[in-house]
């Protein structure tokens, strides 16, 4: 089944929230205690996410807001230099500075991310600086659960959001927990809820929609389904690891992807890899069930290199992988 997006529009996909700056480990196999050389990428899930999309050859464009100091041009440049368009990317002019994301690669099972989150600039972005001449020029707006932990960045994406459905943009909502974004839980769930009910598409691993709905305990896909589609969404992911991933569709239609073997070196990146090939296939018309071969061939591509941003994989990569057909198939 193919999903069906309006033609007319300049940008394939246009994301907002957040872009900041991965330092990621360069000497492997040791504890950040030790690791002396980081390398600089530009990070963020949402930021990432349009990267990917736009070496994928789709049109993106992103809105955030990034420091006016070295890393916010590192960012801007980057993502400029990759056929991002930057031309809603706010300058912050009240001091606040980039995020940084310090990574630990202590082996592939044992990865971990030290974040720098306090009064960065991305989560100051503001409802005022959300264009809506810049919304309707896409067929999909890309929402991410990190810029819904603070105001003013939360009610600039939900402004967002009701001009994206007012201007017939389909939303998508990838999920995208940090817990240490958010103050509680239950402060996580009633927005994830709040946004997921009024987005078309929404994309997270099986943990992620059990933040959102709250539980403490794993959830099952057909709950989860069941109460998504009572509401706005047209199509949903969850992801399982390992184990794949799952599509499901109002209609009543379920598919299945299944994990490409690979030489992992680290786990990041591995979602916003997915969600850019996935999209990537869906706005090319592919079909949702190739579209779930593509995010999780570009996934395992990612978790083999370095970075996240900068190894955002070519269509002919992803291709080259899908066509070897090694999959891990559990039960």
Known sequence: MTYELSTDREFDLIAIGRACIDLNAVEYNRPMEETMTFSKYVGGSPANIVIGSSKLGLKAGFIGKIADDQHGRFIESYMRGVGVDTSNLVVDQEGHKTGLAFTEIKSPEECSILMYRQDVADLYLSPEEVNEAYIRRSKLLLVSGTALSKSPSREAVLKAIRLAKRND??????????PYSWETPEETAVYYSLVAEQSDIV??????????????????????????????????????????????????????????KTKVLKTFGAGDSYASAFLYALISGKGIETALKYGSASASIVVSKHSSSDAMPSVEEIEALIEKDETITIA
């Open 169 to 178: 943009v389909k939303v998508v909502f990838e999920l995208d927990y940090r």
């Open 203 to 260: 994309i997270g691993t099986r943990e992620e929609f059990d933040v959102l709905e709250n539980r403490t305990e794993k959830g099952d896909n057909d709950e989860t389904i069941r109460y998504l589609f009572k509401h706005s969404p047209e199509l949903i992911v969850i992801k399982h690891g390992v184990e794949g991933s799952f599509a499901y569709t109002k209609a009543g239609e379920a598919y299945r992807g299944y994990a490409y």
